[in-house]
């Protein structure tokens, strides 16, 4: 996993609530058998029509908008568990999603992928929906190690709330499967203490 | 004092890491054939063996053919998914149920019928209705593929303990009214955030009544309110459902778990972190409007205005996409499909329910209509009912088992701007093919639908 530490990048914004996995990557796309490529059909059915020509509206095929952070609307990411939205979101180019809140299961895999989820207040998410609106190439800061949102045009800094394991991760790029692989010990030690009546 | 939940949550931390989170011991891992082949890429790469393969069972269900079962699948990318599964399960040594075994089904349908699931365990699968399990009083939940893998490797997940919520549904549900209308009901009250960074405990009367079919509908759809899963304290009708089940305990073993299953109800004083209650005679038979299973409502009531639930912007993009306009009734409106499956209500109780409604009528002319039972067993008893000849007789064709329409990533799709009354969990944009048009409902309303070729209130029948 690639360590993520701080960036300031431009944002696209998406301010609609109830995101859900089946609009990030629909499920036909779900048949490969590897991690890469999923960016090319991220929000595929926002993004191109029946003839897979671009929909002019959709934000991601709006030149004035680009950059490594998406902000979007409340309850990003529910419905299915499918870890593709991660993937499809990062190998798209973004670094970090902004919203007011996450779906827990998108969360978890967007964190487990590098992918830095931000949650922040409505009223700052609504600041920063407003200042995009007002001028695309506005630019913003996420700093892991000091858990702040900084928004550049109006200054305004918002400290997020990250779990202290998952932030080491993050900035060293660790991946939660070699730090359970060194819990081995406590693992088997417990399944021999386990009264083992209910499985 | 302990709820259920904690009950089962602390019996299986192993250990606890800095800043909250938990290392959590997993007993049953499902898996399929979408969200597990990075998995077993990953162990590979990494050179790391399975901790406990008998901990494991695999199916193929989300890709599978409904057609044809018995012949190669004729779609060249989900033929090699469900093929590296049984590559993969053969490598490492998995107990695969794949086309053409008699317990092949959807994952959430098989677990429970075989007694895999069982009261006070933990279980995952790369798959968010893993929640159907928690009917049992299990903690069962989705994972993604990283997960998977770190299952797979270590038996274990790493995640903070969720909140506790728990929602009481007291009263007698009116008849014609299901458990899935109860769960579209209770959705349609919190949203699709309501449930958020929480378990949820479902209790009162109106969920002890409910037959195991009933309580894993409710469960099942606990993830389309947010909710990390659902569960239901475990009783009689529990243990009756799981005795003699092919991998139920049996003999001495049996008394000793019913023993323990005993115990783990929530304690009389134990408190929850957020609680509601509702009303079962308040629940009408509920259909969705919009394109997120929270736009629900009433089978006689008008589509709502925006709320602080929809917001404006929601409501548009979901009215322009359903055709559908804000106050609209949906009672009368004609609809084009009915599909009758997925892991929410695909046993052989929502097909009998289904059946009961179809006996000796005939679907409309308006109307395509599939029923898929939702593993080869619920086929095979649906059979030996003369199910398949009552559906066949009224015009609904009889399908095998699998996922199907409920996300279309097998040939079931419907059509662009076509209306689908789906017995299924999700009413997403595309989810059952690019542009279709779903409308989540019971398998009542849904029949009634078929039938009548639009709309209708089952309890006018």
């Known amino acids: 996993?690639?360590?993520?530490?701080?960036?300031?990048?431009?944002?696209?914004?998406?301010?609609?609530?109830?995101?859900?996995?089946?609009?990030?990557?629909?499920?036909?796309?779900?048949?490969?058998?590897?991690?890469?490529?999923?960016?090319?059909?991220?929000?595929?059915?926002?993004?191109?029509?029946?003839?897979?020509?671009?929909?002019?509206?959709?934000?991601?095929?709006?030149?004035?908008?680009?950059?490594?952070?998406?902000?979007?609307?409340?309850?990003?990411?529910?419905?299915?568990?499918?870890?593709?939205?991660?993937?499809?979101?990062?190998?798209?180019?973004?670094?970090?999603?902004?919203?007011?809140?996450?779906?827990?299961?998108f969360k978890g895999n967007a964190l487990n992928n590098g992918l830095l989820p931000v949650t922040v207040s409505p009223a700052v998410l609504d600041e920063a929906l407003r200042t995009i609106e007002q001028d695309s190439g506005a630019r913003f800061t996420v700093n892991l190690e000091a858990q702040t949102f900084t928004n550049e045009v109006t200054g305004t800094v918002t400290e997020f709330e990250i779990d202290e394991y998952k932030k080491t991760c993050l900035l060293n790029g660790y991946d939660d499967i070699d730090f359970l692989l060194s819990q081995r010990e406590k693992i088997e030690s417990f399944e021999r203490q386990r009264l083992d009546f209910s499985l | 004092m302990p709820t259920l939940f904690d009950k089962v949550w602390d019996a299986h931390v192993v250990t606890s890491v800095p800043g909250g989170a938990q290392v959590l011991y997993i007993d049953r891992h499902l898996i399929h054939e979408v969200t597990s082949p990075q998995a077993f890429n990953g162990l590979r790469q990494r050179g790391i063996p399975l901790l406990r393969r008998d901990r494991i069972v695999a199916t193929a269900d989300h890709n599978v053919p409904t057609k044809d079962q018995d012949k190669p699948i004729a779609e060249p990318l989900s033929r090699k998914q469900v093929n590296m599964l049984t590559e993969n399960c053969a490598e490492f040594g998995v107990e695969l149920y794949g086309l053409g075994h008699p317990y092949q089904g959807i994952v959430h349908v098989i677990?429970?019928?075989?007694?895999?699931?069982?009261?006070?365990?933990?279980?995952?699968?790369?798959?968010?209705?893993?929640?159907?399990?928690?009917?049992?009083?299990?903690?069962?939940?989705?994972?993604?593929?990283?997960?998977v893998e770190q299952v797979m490797a270590t038996q274990c997940v790493l995640m903070e303990k969720p909140r506790k919520m728990r929602i009481n549904i007291e009263g007698e549900l009116q008849a014609g009214v299901t458990a899935k209308d109860l769960i579209l009901y209770v959705i349609a009250q919190l949203g699709t955030g309501g449930g958020t960074g929480h378990f949820v405990e479902y209790a009162g009367s109106a969920i002890r009544n409910l037959s195991m079919e009933g309580r894993m509908t409710v469960c099942n759809m606990s993830i389309e309110m947010g909710a990390r899963g659902g569960l239901i304290a475990p009783d009689q009708t529990t243990f009756d459902y799981l005795e003699g089940r092919e991998f139920s305990p049996r003999?001495?073993?049996?008394?000793?778990?019913?023993?323990?299953?005993?115990?783990?109800?929530?304690?009389?004083?134990?408190?929850?972190?957020?609680?509601?209650?509702?009303?079962?005679?308040?629940?009408?038979?509920?259909?969705?409007?919009?394109?997120?299973?929270?736009?629900?409502?009433?089978?006689?009531?008008?589509?709502?205005?925006?709320?602080?639930?929809?917001?404006?912007?929601?409501?548009?993009?979901?009215?322009?996409?359903?055709?559908?306009?804000?106050?609209?009734?949906?009672?009368?409106?004609p609809i084009d499909y009915v599909f009758?499956?997925?892991?929410?209500?695909?046993?052989?109780?929502?097909?009998?329910?289904?059946?009961?409604?179809?006996?000796?009528?005939?679907?409309?002319?308006?109307?395509?209509?599939?029923?898929?039972?939702?593993?080869?067993?619920?086929?095979?008893?649906?059979?030996?009912?003369?199910?398949?000849?009552?559906?066949?007789?009224?015009?609904?064709?009889?399908?095998g088992a699998g996922c199907s329409a409920c996300l279309g990533m097998n040939e079931d799709k419907v059509p662009a701007g076509r209306y689908c009354v789906s017995t299924s969990n999700r009413n997403f944009e595309g989810r059952q093919g690019p542009g279709a048009r779903t409308i989540l409902a019971s398998p009542l309303t849904a029949a009634a639908a078929a039938v009548a070729g639009k709309i209708v209130d089952v309890r006018d029948i």
């Open chain 2, 251 to 333: 003999g001495a073993d049996w008394d000793e778990a019913v023993a323990h299953w005993r115990t783990l109800p929530t304690d009389a004083d134990a408190t929850f972190d957020t609680e509601y209650t509702y009303r079962a005679e308040d629940i009408p038979p509920m259909i969705t409007y919009g394109t997120n299973p929270g736009m629900g409502m009433g089978v006689t009531d008008t589509i709502p205005e925006a709320s602080a639930l929809h917001g404006a912007a929601s409501m548009e993009k979901a009215m322009n996409y359903m055709d559908l306009e804000i106050g609209q009734h949906m009672e009368g409106m």
């Open chain 1, 1 to 105: 996993m690639t360590p993520f530490k701080q960036l300031t990048s431009t944002a696209v914004p998406l301010p609609i609530e109830d995101v859900d996995t089946d609009q990030i990557i629909p499920a036909r796309f779900l048949k490969a058998t590897t991690r890469e490529g999923f960016g090319e059909n991220l929000f595929r059915d926002w993004r191109y029509d029946k003839l897979n020509q671009p929909k002019p509206d959709f934000v991601l095929n709006n030149p004035a908008y680009a950059g490594d952070i998406l902000i979007a609307g409340a309850n990003f990411g529910c419905g299915s568990s499918r870890e593709h939205a991660a993937w499809a979101i990062q190998d798209y180019g973004f670094r970090v999603v902004v919203s007011s809140y996450f779906a827990d299961i």
């Open chain 2, 340 to 399: 009758i499956g997925s892991c929410t209500n695909s046993r052989i109780e929502d097909l009998r329910l289904a059946g009961s409604l179809v006996q000796g009528k005939r679907v409309a002319a308006n109307v395509t209509g599939i029923v898929v039972p939702g593993s080869q067993q619920v086929a095979k008893q649906a059979i030996a009912e003369g199910l398949d000849r009552v559906f066949e007789a009224a015009g609904f064709e009889f399908r």
């Open chain 2, 111 to 147: 677990g429970p019928e075989l007694g895999i699931t069982r009261p006070g365990i933990t279980m995952v699968c790369g798959d968010s209705h893993t929640s159907t399990h928690g009917a049992f009083g299990a903690i069962a939940f989705g994972i993604g593929t990283s997960q």
